[in-house]
């Protein structure tokens, strides 16, 4: 004969809810192993970022040969423009790593030359985990 025990149904329950809303961050290595570098397929770091959810937490680690890419954090007009505002947002010392700390699109583009404009740049929308502090 087997006795319902409130406390388990309350302990399982509790377990299935860390479950689903606990992740862990995932740091994201952009471009994968051809890095943030110019591409041949101009829609190659739109569909890099297709396939994946980015998440309040995660990082994006950025990687580049110094001197040859930098990495400007924009407006999403800058963005669009291939243009920057503030000279002071740009990093050229690689690696760099970008926490995203807030559910918000974040755009990056790559000031040298014409290389935004041949599509060195990236935008990724980060959602929120769901877990209220």
């Known amino acids: 004969m087997s006795s319902f025990n409130p406390n388990m149904v309350m302990f399982i329950a ?5 479950t689903l809303y606990s992740s862990e961050a995932v740091q994201y290595k952009v471009g994968d192993d051809k ?7 101009p829609d190659f770091y739109v569909k890099w970022a297709s396939n994946k959810t980015f998440r309040v937490g995660d990082t994006l680690y950025f990687e ?5 890419h930098d990495l400007a954090f924009v407006t999403a007009g800058e963005y669009d423009r291939c243009e920057i505002n503030d000279p002071s947002s740009v990093e050229v010392i690689s690696p760099i790593t970008v926490y995203l700390n807030e559910p918000k699109y974040y755009y990056f583009i790559c000031t040298l030359e014409d290389h935004c404009k041949r599509n060195l740049k990236l935008a990724v ?3 929120d985990d769901g877990i209220s502090n």
């Not at 509790?14 to 860390?18: A, G, R």
């Open 125 to 127: 929308l980060v959602q």
């Open 14 to 18: 509790m377990l299935v809810i860390m």
């Open 35 to 41: 890095k943030w570098n110019l591409q041949s397929n």
């Open 64 to 68: 580049f040969v110094n001197g040859s």
